[in-house]
């Protein structure tokens, strides 16, 4: 008797549970970054390939100023030319904040092009990509590039006037494609008027340190870099600097 009245408890609770009726699926809502006011807004050009280091290199850095006290810190944030995840060349997938062909942009007062897989190819035909980069030269204080992120700040016409350089295996390349172009090699980075761009890889993280020099001072460039266990000291960077 008592097995019997088990058994058909349990086929109570089983037939209830076939019976419940599932929740719908809600579209999740469009979630924005936080832009704190009297910051600089920073934002990170993305598209599918592009390589994480020269993007999270500078991103840790300009991040990490919103941890240090009396100084104009960085808001960060992406742009991309969709909101679909963007697949990065070792396999990361990353979301967009804002898509540039649609949304209204925030300010952006230094922009950062980290290279990607195509950007001594096809994405030089993307002219909705280079116009969108010109621009937000016209506006922003400072336009950086790491490795071949430099080839589009070329492309766009925007480096002609001033020094450059790229990822050193691509500098005869750089030369060849934009041959008017001052092209400097075996230096990290180079700064010429707004424009900064760097050999990247893992020295992406001392151009974007120097860029932090440059908008807060040697102190709390230095300290961004411990907060990373990077050893930073200018003058032991290989560069090119005309301002």
């Excluded at 960085?74 to 030319?81: H, P, R, W």
């Excluded at 979301?95 to 990607?116: F, G, H, N, Q």
């Excluded at 035909?125 to 937000?136: A, E, Q, S, W, Y």
């Excluded at 050193?168 to 750089?174: E, G, K, N, R, V």
Aim: glycine share 4%; net charge negative; proline share 5%.
């Amino acid at each position: 008797m008592k097995a019997l009245l088990t058994f058909s408890m349990l086929a109570f609770f089983l037939t209830g549970c076939q019976n419940q009726v599932e929740p719908p699926v809600t579209k999740a809502e469009r979630v924005f970054p936080t832009l704190a006011p009297n910051r600089y807004n920073v934002g990170f050009l993305i598209m599918d390939g592009v390589y994480n280091t020269e993007f999270t290199a500078p991103f840790d850095i300009f991040q990490h100023t919103q941890y240090r006290k009396n100084i104009k810190a960085m808001n960060t944030f992406t742009v991309a030319k969709t909101l679909a995840p963007i697949t990065s060349f070792e396999g990361i997938r990353i979301l967009p904040d804002y898509d540039y062909t649609k949304d209204e942009l925030p300010r952006i007062d230094v922009l950062v092009i980290p290279s990607a897989e195509h950007h001594l190819d096809k994405d030089l035909r993307d002219t909705v990509m280079l116009n969108f980069v010109k621009k937000v030269d016209s506006e922003a204080i400072f336009m950086t590039s790491h490795c071949d992120g430099a080839f589009v700040l070329a492309k766009a016409g925007l480096l002609d006037s001033v020094a450059s350089t790229t990822f050193p295996s691509d500098i005869a390349t750089y030369r060849k494609m934009f041959p008017h172009l001052e092209v400097k090699d075996s230096v990290l980075f180079v700064h010429d008027d707004k424009y900064i761009t760097s050999a990247g890889g893992a020295k992406s993280f001392e151009a974007a340190l120097y860029l932090t020099e440059v908008l807060y001072g040697k102190e709390i460039a230095q300290s961004l870099a411990k907060g990373l266990v990077i050893d930073w000291d200018l003058t032991n960077v290989p560069s090119f600097i005309r301002q």
